[in-house]
């Protein structure tokens, strides 16, 4: 991996960790505990992300990597189904608090949670869902140099899928500062051209992103 890389994204994510240990201090281990208005809209999305896996693999015995995974929301979604039988997830986050909190709320022997800003295993499938929306005041230029170097790591850990989700630039809703709104024809591209030629992209349900598979 690459050491500018690591000290750059680094610096980029310090300020945005401690922004969320703020909002769990405040809200607690709930979808607004991470930005979410609602649980069905964080469901809807798990949901999503979840069709990057392959009908044979969706019986379980899988690794899953969580880039991002906070208080530990998506094994929540994912530990009574099929596609966990047998199954390992690994989540990563960069901040303390979310993880002491998952690390409380989840005892299952198949998760396990880890401090860190990149994937450190290699896993079948790989979920970003809601991480690279929160940009704070960096440019958007900025920040997405560091989200495609973030997706480059990813996939390199990556061994059948990757899904991730990120908010629409094209939303006629009102835009925040502090969020970063995506071109989905812009991610498509990077990713057909620098991680694989299977590339889809989700825009097909009713909420305010996008959602792009990558396949090997």
């Not at 201090?25 to 069905?40: A, D, F, H, I, N």
């Not at 401090?115 to 869902?129: G, L, P, R």
């Not at 929160?134 to 900025?142: A, I, T």
């Amino acid at each position: 991996m690459d050491p500018e890389f690591i000290r750059d994204a680094a610096r980029r994510l310090g300020p945005i960790a401690s922004q969320y240990t703020l909002r769990l201090r405040e809200c607690g281990s709930s979808p607004r505990g991470v930005y979410w208005k609602t649980l069905e809209g964080q469901y809807l999305r798990f949901e999503v992300l979840l069709g990057v896996v392959d009908l044979r693999d969706d019986k379980g015995g899988i690794t899953i990597n969580d880039l991002g995974c906070g208080y530990g929301a998506f094994f929540d979604y994912l530990a009574d189904r099929p596609v966990m039988r047998g199954s390992r997830f690994i989540g990563y986050d960069i901040c303390d608090e979310m993880l002491l909190e998952a690390k409380a709320r989840i005892k299952d022997a198949r998760a396990t949670f880890t401090q860190s800003m990149i994937a450190t295993e290699v896993a079948d499938y790989s979920f970003v869902s809601g991480s690279y929306n929160m940009k704070l005041d960096q440019h958007d230029r900025d920040w997405s140099a560091y989200v495609e170097g973030s997706l480059r790591q990813l996939w390199s850990m990556t061994r059948k899928g990757l899904a991730f989700n990120m908010l629409c630039r094209r939303t006629k809703n009102r835009k925040e500062s502090d969020l970063y709104y995506a071109d989905w024809q812009e991610f498509r591209d990077f990713c057909t051209q620098e991680l694989s030629p299977q590339v889809t992209v989700m825009r097909n349900y009713p909420l305010d992103e996008w959602t792009i598979y990558v396949h090997r």
